[in-house]
């Protein structure tokens, strides 16, 4: 916890829900960090660490932690540290001493994830209790009926090395007997996996498919187990799965999910983080030039914000804003510049650990991005960014003889972890050859190039690299999804509906009747809101039917500037003073009321508590908070009477802090301060919201430090002294623009909010959840406003048809979010009805063979 600067035990902190999964109290940063230590040619302290781990951790814990976590972190983290202590061992300097200790906790380990296997299946239950195992009572787990393709997929690399180190076989089987599953229950025709399974049944649960997040891992697996252990059927099942990615999934540069039985088909308008792996993949496989297309696109989306969005859309707007911190494009970079040579690859290098060391590094280590918009923090420091992160960029610049060993000896695991390729020739027990199904023979020449091949594979074309990424150089820049028209505009020769958007009510049986006409239906929802739906066929006439597009139309923009008016984006308070220097960002709610920081120049100054601290009445200590920012707790009064006190005392701007103790950015949704129902027009001062954790840790440098200079801003200012007087320029705000979609395969939901005077509102609205194989337009109609969700993912649609950028709309979602709803922009002209109907009719045909599962 680098904001904090202490570690994360389990237990001892808020949840953070599945994300904790990794954590079993048995030091993960620790040993996931093992092999690291050895690349970086710290060999001393690597010697010590293995003896803090021998010493210290425990395996024994009543703790549930998920299968897939620990075997790739701590499983995969004993194995890389057993393999780089044999091999100091040999070189008679260090670990002399050493007895194969850490195979043995390995070994542990590994029988104590074995229960999780016990399915008809194969496949894994996703979690297991350290100490008690699967479905006993204690075990408060064994329950889950599904997992992910790569939580099943992803084992092994680690089970077989375990069985190979130890010659106990039993775990290299239980791997082998997994993956075997997966392959028979691929979906035959596309030759596709989906993204989660039935671990009893087999079926598919998720039936969308991509290289991104809960797939990832599975393919790599496939091309590495053939690497690692010499077995012609994983590369065969590889080649096959290639073959599916690069017909229906890979839209150079751009990496779609599709559906696994309608391929053609695209699940979603938006890429994850993760697949940034991919390229590293092709690398391995031999299939150069895709690989280069896709890393530049991230490139460009990483130089426009700094680092790479958790997702991002089509048209490389920010989807979900926050960076954890994750590797995968630098190790992408790494074997990128393995392959080509190309020294513009150590630019990219350069770029990425210039950013780290600007925007992530804090005192006590890096602090993952909350915000990559705002540049906020988040109290975060995951193990993988010292596993992978430091190794891959290490390894990128290091030349031969920086490394005391032969890094070519070695095959990386997804965490980094390294195996040794003589592992392929020891304890060979297993069936050489997989029993499985039939493969398709693959025309395809790339594959003659599969054998990994560590060399430059174009040392005679230096240019060859350049000359692929030279027409994606603007790909982001030049990227703007068109605007929508106005709706008037639309209408030829002034034809206008017969229903306007701004008319309806929903109590009008005339107004109803006429929806009716034109195809569009009411359901009442049980939170109150109504719902409309249009289904254009049920219209009385093609032209009733265009007429309900034209409304539906009309409902969605009546609905945007609803909510541009009522939606503020996050800011930041940034602590500049002596040791932070800006290093601190923390994520601050806005204030519906006061200095918007987005017009006006932010506020710098020192920061004083007010008497009383919750600033209900006037001022006590007017002196001490005069010409600086005051500190004020909440509660008992309104936010704006707050504001007042301290604004009649002398105080240039307010931090409202959370009293309810615990309460963190990290697992609650942002909320704006909204005013007290009068006019607030007299509070000239900008007022912030933090919660109790981020506002604690400003609270704790006064303590420390005394004189404390904090930031107030609409997003975090650059840290560099000589930068720090430069006009920034104000960040364009695009965050209600929206992916250009067809009308043929979207849904439109429309939320009418009436706003209410309340102390708080929270930045997210509830739109009512829609499958992205709904075909209808539908709008929401809601009588009051909706309690926010953190969970969901709210989007609203543009309408001034500006290319701008997503700088300042805070979007709250959750990792393990499926399919957020695509609402839609709307070109300069409306399609023909026919048009409309063919292309409706077209995915109704493609939906009804997933009806079971996806309608």
């Known amino acids: 916890m680098p904001l904090t600067c202490r570690g994360r035990v389990r237990g001892q902190e808020p949840s953070r829900g599945d994300v904790d999964d990794a954590l079993g109290k048995f030091s993960l940063t620790l040993i996931d960090s093992l092999d690291t230590l050895v690349v970086l040619n710290k060999t001393k302290e690597f010697e010590d660490a293995v003896r803090k781990v021998l010493r210290d951790v425990n395996l024994d814990n009543d703790v549930v932690v998920s299968v897939f976590e620990t075997n790739i972190r701590v499983l995969g983290g004993l194995l890389g540290g057993h393999s780089l202590a044999i091999m100091l061992k040999e070189k008679g300097e260090y670990m002399q001493w050493y007895n194969d200790e850490l195979l043995q906790m390995a070994k542990q380990l590994g029988y104590k994830l074995l229960p999780a296997f016990n ?105 590495k187990a053939y690497v690692l252990l010499g077995d012609d059927s994983f590369l065969e099942r590889f080649n096959t799965h290639y073959d599916a990615i690069m017909r229906y999934i890979s839209q150079p540069p751009l990496l779609l999910d599709v559906h696994i039985h309608k391929p053609m088909l695209n699940a979603r308008t938006w890429m994850d983080a993760l697949l940034a792996f991919f390229p590293g993949l092709q690398v391995l496989k031999g299939d150069i030039r895709p690989a280069i297309e896709t890393h530049e696109m991230l490139y460009q989306v990483i130089k426009k914000h700094n680092f790479l969005p958790e997702a991002f859309t089509t048209d490389f707007r920010v989807h979900w804003a926050q960076h954890p911190l994750r590797p995968e494009f630098a190790e992408s970079t790494y074997f990128l510049y393995k392959a080509t040579g190309d020294p513009y690859y150590l630019e990219v290098g350069k770029t990425l650990i210039e950013n780290l060391n600007k925007y992530a590094r804090v005192p006590c280590g890096f602090a993952a991005m909350k915000d990559v918009r705002t540049g906020s923090h988040e109290d975060r420091m995951d193990s993988f960014f010292l596993a992978e992160m430091f190794k891959y960029l290490y390894l990128l610049f290091a030349d031969k003889e920086d490394i005391i060993f032969d890094i070519e000896d070695y095959i990386f695991t997804t965490e980094a972890h390294l195996l040794p390729l003589w592992l392929s020739t020891t304890n060979q027990s297993i069936s050489k050859k997989n029993i499985t199904s039939e493969y398709t023979e693959l025309d395809d020449s790339n594959f003659d190039w599969t054998c990994p091949n560590t060399q430059i594979l174009f040392p005679n074309d230096p240019l060859y690299a350049q000359s692929i990424r030279e027409p994606l150089k603007n790909v982001v820049d030049k990227s703007c999804p068109r605007g929508i028209i106005r709706v008037e505009e639309s209408f030829r020769s002034g034809a206008k509906p017969p229903l306007r958007a701004r008319d309806f009510m929903a109590t009008n049986p005339e107004h109803l009747e006429i929806l009716k006409k034109m195809g569009v239906s009411l359901i009442h929802l049980k939170d109150g809101r109504v719902q409309l739906v249009q289904h254009a066929i049920q219209a009385a006439s093609s032209i009733d039917a265009e007429d309900g597009l034209r409304f539906m139309q009309e409902m969605i923009e009546l609905s945007s500037q609803q909510q541009k008016e009522q939606q503020l984006p996050p800011r930041a308070v940034q602590i500049v003073s002596h040791p932070f220097f800006g290093r601190v960002v923390l994520t601050a709610g806005p204030a519906q009321f006061g200095l918007d920081l987005s017009k006006h120049k932010e506020t710098r100054g020192f920061v004083a508590s007010s008497k009383p601290y919750n600033g209900c009445s006037e001022l006590t200590n007017p002196e001490a908070v005069m010409g600086k920012i005051a500190l004020i707790q909440r509660g008992q009064c309104m936010f704006a009477e707050k504001a007042r006190n301290i604004q009649n005392a002398g105080a240039i701007g307010g931090i409202v802090i959370d009293d309810n103790e615990g309460s963190s950015s990290d697992t609650a949704p942002l909320f704006q301060m909204a005013g007290d129902g009068k006019d607030t027009d007299d ?159 077209e995915d109704i045909e493609a939906f009804e063979m997933m009806e079971k599962d996806e309608l």
């Open 683 to 841: 509070i000239k001062i900008p007022m912030l919201f933090l919660f109790s954790k981020e506002g604690s840790i400003i609270l704790d440098a006064i303590r420390e430090y005394e004189e404390v200079e904090v930031l107030l801003s609409d997003k975090a200012k650059d840290r560099d002294p000589e930068m720090e007087n430069e006009e920034q320029s104000s960040p364009e705000n695009d965050s209600q623009n929206q992916s250009d979609e067809q009308v043929s395969s979207s849904s439109q939901e429309v939320d009418l909010v009436d706003q209410e005077s309340s102390e708080e509102s929270s930045l997210n609205s509830h739109p009512e959840s829609l499958s992205p194989a709904d075909t209808d337009n539908v709008a929401s109609i809601s009588p009051s406003e909706q309690t926010s969700d953190p969970t969901e993912n709210h989007e609203t649609t543009n309408l001034n048809g500006e290319c701008t950028d997503l700088d300042n709309q805070l979007q709250e979602q959750s990792e393990t979010e499926e399919d957020s709803n695509p609402n839609v922009s709307w070109g300069k002209k409306v399609q023909p009805i026919d048009s409309i109907l063919a292309d409706w009719n």
């Open 119 to 223: 399915t008809t299946s194969g496949l894994p239950y996703p979690r297991i209790n350290l100490k008690f195992g699967i479905r006993k009572p204690e075990a408060r787990t064994g329950t889950e009926t599904d997992t992910c393709t790569a939580c099943a997929g992803t084992l092994i690399l680690e089970f077989a090395a375990l069985s190979r180190f130890t010659g106990a076989t039993i775990f290299e089987e239980y791997a082998r007997k997994a993956l075997d599953f997966l392959w028979e229950k691929r979906q035959r025709s596309s030759n596709l996996v989906g993204v989660t399974i039935n671990i009893h049944t087999g079926d598919w649960v998720r039936k969308d498919s991509g290289v991104g997040a809960g797939i990832d891992s599975y393919y790599e697996y496939l091309l």
